[in-house]
């Protein structure tokens, strides 16, 4: 009797523990829509200086990344960018961040989001993000990381003058697991 009760109460420490992983929420079609517009927009004609917004411009699109580490494949999450001319700065966020494995299949969706942080100069955008997002991994654990990612990119004219944005993202996580970021963000105006 003993025996079968050690045994039941290290079965229930176990699944205390244990975590399922958040369903992804986008698809394997999701994924290449999301890379064949970053490819679309980035080859776009960029905004002259004289043709910039002059206020405010939100953008929605998307960032996608390669990720290596303790995760392996690609990251996409949902991008909310506002950029305000007038005073150069640069807000926003990403969430419904999903890792997707090496063969395109989301895999799951992490909690937590990054907030955008930057400036705009004459249609150059320098900015940061960051954040704390958490996962589940392999063996069944919540695993916790804070990403900090540099975004690097510029204005470009899709149907009018700069409603498109697209640049580089690159950075690392860093925590109880570790990855390293490499790739782009993109979105187009409200």
Not at 28 to 43: F, G, H, K, N, T
Not at 138 to 150: A, K, P, R, W, Y
Not at 171 to 188: K, Q, S
């Amino acid at each position: 009797m003993t025996r079968i009760t050690s045994t039941l109460v290290a079965f229930a420490t176990l699944s205390a523990c244990a975590s399922s992983p958040n369903a992804p929420s986008v698809s394997a079609l999701d994924v290449q829509r999301a890379y064949d517009e970053a490819a679309e927009i980035s080859r776009l004609p960029l905004t002259s200086t004289a043709n910039l917004p002059t206020g405010g411009v939100t953008y929605r699109g998307q960032l996608g990344a390669d990720v290596t580490g303790d995760a392996q494949g690609s990251i996409l999450g949902d991008l909310t960018m506002r950029v305000d001319f007038g005073d150069n700065d640069i807000g926003g966020s990403v969430d419904n961040i999903n890792l997707i494995d090496p063969n395109g299949t989301p895999n799951q969706r992490f909690d937590g989001s990054l907030n955008i942080d930057g400036v705009e100069n004459s249609g150059r955008m320098d900015a940061f993000e960051s954040g704390e997002i958490t996962g589940v991994d392999n063996d069944g654990f919540e695993v916790d990381s804070q990403m900090l990612l540099t975004l690097d990119g510029d204005v470009y004219d899709d149907f009018d003058r700069g409603d498109a944005v697209f640049g580089s993202a690159t950075g690392t996580a860093r925590g109880e697991f570790n990855m390293d970021v490499d790739g782009v963000f993109f979105g187009t105006a409200d």
